[in-house]
């Protein structure tokens, strides 16, 4: 496997490839994503236009298997700022993680765990973060498509250092597999303080 490392512009090429594979694993519980690729694309461009993001991109021989994104949260949208800044945090003091996208027969290789020391060293490396934070769905236990056998990623991230703050939550509306329009589907926020 090649692992790169891409930063800002350096992701555009690498879109359309990107947008597939985040419809693709979305499809899966807890997301259960109905993705649409335009709007995966436009999605993606706030990545490429943000001089300070970073894309973790894993490809076997020329296929783009897995990817892991993050950027400062200051050049997301106001949707992803909001909850932060009602609640008093400073916006430029806060690295934002995108997503972890890994196919299935691709994971439990210790590509998740490179996947968060990338970017942690990325915004370290950048000197001027607090903190770095993603954002989670968070779906009812008893959810009629949840997998018997699914597995939350809460320990996972727990062992990396990051801290639930429920307090911090939104909502993003998508449709999914199973529904007509879009919904809300409430989302809450993990961080992990990185300052020296």
Same mark, same amino acid.
């Given at each position: 496997?090649?692992?790169?490392?891409?930063?800002?512009?350096?992701? #555009?090429?690498?879109?359309?490839?990107?947008?597939?594979? =985040?419809?693709? #694993?979305?499809? %899966?519980?807890?997301?259960? $994503?109905?993705?649409?690729f335009? $709007? %995966?694309? /436009?999605?993606?461009?706030?990545?490429?236009?943000?001089?300070?993001?970073l894309? #973790?991109?894993?490809?076997? %021989?020329? =296929?783009?298997?897995?990817?892991?994104?993050?950027?400062?949260?200051?050049?997301?949208? #106001?949707?992803?700022?909001?909850?932060?800044?009602?609640?008093?945090?400073?916006?430029?003091?806060?690295? $934002?993680?995108?997503?972890?996208?890994?196919?299935?027969?691709? /994971?439990?290789?210790?590509?998740?765990?490179?996947?968060?020391? %990338?970017?942690?060293?990325?915004?370290?490396?950048?000197? /001027?973060?607090?903190?770095?934070?993603?954002?989670?769905?968070? /779906?009812?236990?008893?959810?009629?498509?949840?997998?018997?056998?699914?597995?939350?990623?809460?320990?996972?991230?727990? =062992?990396?250092? $990051?801290?639930?703050?429920?307090?911090?939550?939104?909502?993003?509306?998508?449709?999914?597999?199973?529904?007509?329009?879009?919904?809300?589907?409430?989302?809450?926020?993990?961080?992990?303080e990185?300052?020296?």
């Amino acid at each position: 496997m090649d692992i790169r490392l891409l930063r800002g512009a350096e992701i #555009v090429p690498h879109i359309a490839d990107l947008a597939r594979l =985040r419809i693709t #694993v979305f499809r %899966e519980f807890p997301y259960l $994503y109905d993705g649409d690729f335009e $709007y %995966e694309a /436009r999605y993606l461009d706030t990545y490429a236009r943000s001089a300070d993001s970073l894309c #973790v991109l894993v490809l076997d %021989e020329a =296929r783009v298997v897995g990817a892991s994104t993050a950027l400062p949260l200051a050049d997301e949208t #106001v949707e992803f700022q909001r909850p932060f800044v009602a609640a008093g945090w400073e916006v430029a003091k806060i690295f $934002y993680f995108g997503e972890s996208l890994l196919l299935p027969a691709y /994971r439990g290789l210790g590509l998740g765990v490179r996947f968060f020391a %990338e970017r942690e060293a990325h915004a370290r490396a950048l000197g /001027r973060f607090s903190h770095c934070a993603f954002c989670a769905v968070q /779906r009812p236990a008893d959810h009629p498509r949840r997998p018997a056998d699914y597995q939350p990623l809460n320990d996972f991230w727990a =062992r990396r250092g $990051y801290r639930h703050h429920p307090e911090l939550h939104t909502e993003y509306h998508w449709r999914d597999l199973d529904e007509q329009e879009e919904s809300a589907k409430p989302m809450s926020f993990w961080l992990k303080e990185i300052a020296a």
